[in-house]
């Protein structure tokens, strides 16, 4: 068959027999553009047509070598489609496959490709507690960035932080690398925690992208505080709001006097080496074994057990600002620290009063419960 061009003597003119189609970029528009490179994550995934209808979009994404399809809707009159979720993923290719009707009944389709920005910096939080851990009812949710967050806004909005049985639960940024969230007042016991990181793709700061996608929980135990009176020398230990028993106990010596204020025991180590030059004093002392130890603040306050001076607890103050309890070398199940060592959780509660010494800092390990709920809630960066 010879003579079939357009236009041609005796030829077929496929423009008057098909009829003439507008390109089909014409017809199905779709930003990001075609073969777009490095395209935001806040940057806006769209089809539309100016007239006519979407007869049916379909978009993947490809993404650490597995394709997932990207939920989306076309809207009511059929003129646009967008996906579900808004943010786009970071690393990935985009391929959108749209087939739509224009006023005259004609359809077209368009196929189009698009990658989003490979970041050069990822930043995560690190979470206090760990995950599926039973704590006491002080425990605070501490969030610990690997840099310092910028768009701190942002980075909230995707934590979210909720609990069975219902509180209100809010967040407070100690700084620009740290964030915490607490109720109220301490914890039910029973309460069921759970921590959403949604930080994937999330720019906490020019350049940098969260990484993680996931969900952390936790228990709270039964309810367990314990009132230090610096002045008497010694400690009430109330459990579910019953004084369980009284303890004798050593604080800060006159020059190294013990925070005042509500602590919450952040690590617990049957036992560990206590040298005061890495807490910020000379060589006082270096004890390589110190058992049934209790971190109380990132600053070095612990409630542990003491050996050297076993008649101190009850009758003196002789501490470089920790608590100390009757203790054994080596540490013994029988004694006052080892008891209370083993009664005892992290997100316990331990309150000083009547020391000669300022209240702790809120942002001193988790001591954010000696802050007013009103300054609290005034920490958040949505406002």
């Not at 809207?75 to 391929?95: F, H, I, N, Q, V």
């Not at 490709?113 to 009812?137: C, H």
Request: with cysteine.
């Amino acid at each position: 068959m010879a003579g079939c061009t357009s236009g041609s003597p005796g030829g077929l003119d496929f423009d008057r027999v098909l009829g003439k189609h507008p390109a089909p970029e014409d017809v199905i528009r779709v930003t990001p553009d075609d073969g777009g490179t490095a395209v935001k994550p806040g940057d806006r995934l769209r089809v539309r047509v100016p007239d006519g209808r979407l007869e049916k979009v379909k978009v993947v994404r490809s993404q650490d070598a597995q394709d997932s399809p990207v939920p989306g809707h076309i809207s009511a009159d059929g003129l646009s489609w967008e996906p579900d979720d808004k943010r786009l993923a970071l690393a990935a290719k985009y391929t959108v496959d749209a087939v739509a009707l224009d006023a005259d009944g004609s359809r077209s389709a368009r196929h189009t490709t698009f990658t989003t920005l490979v970041p050069g910096e990822r930043f995560i939080g690190y979470v206090t507690p760990e995950n599926r851990s039973t704590v006491g009812t002080g425990m605070i949710v501490s969030l610990a960035f690997s840099r310092d967050i910028t768009n701190r806004a942002a980075v909230e909005r995707a934590v979210r932080v909720t609990a069975n049985p219902p509180v209100e639960i809010r967040p407070h940024w100690f700084g620009d690398n740290r964030l915490d969230f607490r109720p109220e007042r301490y914890w039910k016991p029973g309460t069921e925690v759970t921590v959403d990181l949604g930080l994937r793709d999330v720019e906490g700061a020019p350049g940098a992208f969260g990484l993680q996608d996931k969900t952390f929980t936790f228990t709270v135990g039964r309810s367990q505080v314990s009132l230090v009176d610096a002045a008497e020398h010694m400690m009430e230990v109330r459990r579910d709001g019953q004084l369980l028993a009284t303890v004798p106990i050593t604080a800060g010596a006159p020059k190294t006097t013990t925070y005042n204020g509500k602590m919450v025991v952040m690590e617990m180590l049957e036992v560990t080496r206590m040298n005061s030059r890495t807490v910020g004093f000379g060589g006082e002392y270096d004890i390589p074994d110190v058992p049934h130890a209790m971190k109380l603040t990132d600053s070095g306050t612990f409630l542990h057990g003491n050996y050297w001076s076993p008649d101190a607890p009850g009758r003196v103050n002789v501490s470089h600002g920790c608590v100390g309890l009757r203790d054994v070398k080596g540490g013994g199940s029988d004694t006052p620290a080892g008891w209370f060592f083993d009664r005892s959780l992290v997100g316990d509660v331990i309150e000083v009063v009547n020391s000669k010494d300022k209240t702790v800092s809120p942002d001193n390990g988790l001591g954010g419960w000696n802050m007013a709920w009103k300054e609290w809630k005034a920490g958040s960066a949505v406002k």
